[in-house]
């Protein structure tokens, strides 16, 4: 099985009067990196729900957003500060004494001075509130990841098939290649011929030219070695799991012998297929960047 770093997933959780929405989607990225828009009346959860997170996700640039809204009637309760009040009476009472004013200080007076009555809302349930949220990001995850995992089905069998294209281009390069030498060989031998008009030709000389020829336009290792990582990268796409690395490693060494192969051709069949090939191979690559 593998993933797409392409997904999106929601989920919605309500209970105990609140609601929580959880939106989860991504796209490629070299690494994991992961940005949470929520109330900041939630910042104090982000490391946990980074922490939630990794349990489903391992690459991919991650747009987490969640909102909350409480529907319960707020709990509130007021808080007297003994020692604010008295300290306003004492001054009070000291300045009416020092400009000859009457103290008609009333209780309905000193209550409204700065913070001799607050109102303080009550400490929610922390781990309640946890609960609820771990539920909505679970939810959200899940689907998430079902929706990677589809689109990493497709990305498969699409590199198969390309992979198998490959393998197609390669075999025609394999039996191409021994042609070429022929016919270098049967062209050098006609042109010999016309220089010497009806004297013998050298064979010895002949065949050390062809074999010349023939080490220059060798492919055999290279084409032994781009079989080695299609196969390679067949097997891995199977087998499955976290291996995006390791198949971008892969294209970039199949693009190297399908560079190798064109520098050596002279033969236009070859330099055409193998110019096709290093199309399919970054065809290959650009897919592979979407997989986890």
Avoid at 77 to 105: H, I, P
Avoid at 199 to 224: I, S
Wanted: aromatic residues 6%; negative net charge; glycine residues 6%.
């Amino acid at each position: 099985m593998i993933k797409s770093m392409t997904g999106f997933g929601r989920s919605e959780v309500a209970e105990n009067n609140r609601k929580f929405t959880v939106e989860i989607k991504s796209v490629n990225h070299r690494y994991l990196d992961v940005t949470i828009k929520m109330p900041k009346k939630l910042n104090y959860f982000e490391s946990s729900i980074r922490g939630e997170l990794k349990n489903y996700i391992s690459r991919g640039k991650v747009d987490v957003f969640i909102s909350y809204e409480d529907f319960g009637e707020s709990v509130s309760s007021v808080r007297y500060n003994r020692t604010l009040a008295e300290e306003y009476l004492k001054y009070l009472r000291q300045m009416a004494e020092e400009f000859g004013l009457d103290d008609d200080v009333r209780v309905s007076t000193l209550s409204k001075y700065p913070d001799v009555l607050t109102m303080e809302e009550q400490a929610e349930d922390e781990e309640e509130i946890w609960k609820e949220l771990r539920t909505a990001i679970d939810g959200a995850a899940k689907m998430f990841v079902e929706t990677r995992i589809a689109e990493g089905e497709h990305l498969r069998d699409d590199l198969i098939e390309k992979l198998d294209g490959m393998l197609k281009l390669v075999g025609f390069i394999e039996e191409r290649s021994p042609q070429i030498v022929a016919e270098y060989r049967k062209r050098l031998e006609e042109r010999v011929r016309e220089l010497l008009e009806d004297a013998a030709v050298d064979e010895g000389r002949l065949l050390t030219e062809v074999t010349v020829f023939a080490d220059k336009v060798c492919v055999d290792e290279e084409l032994v070695r781009l079989h080695s990582h299609i196969d390679t990268m067949k097997n891995t796409l199977i087998q499955g799991g976290s291996i995006g690395r390791k198949l971008d490693f892969l294209a970039q060494e199949m693009n190297r012998e399908a560079n190798t192969i064109l520098s050596k051709s002279n033969d236009l069949q070859v330099s055409n297929c193998g110019i096709e090939l290093k199309t399919e191979i970054e065809k290959v690559r650009e897919q592979i960047q979407n997989i986890e």
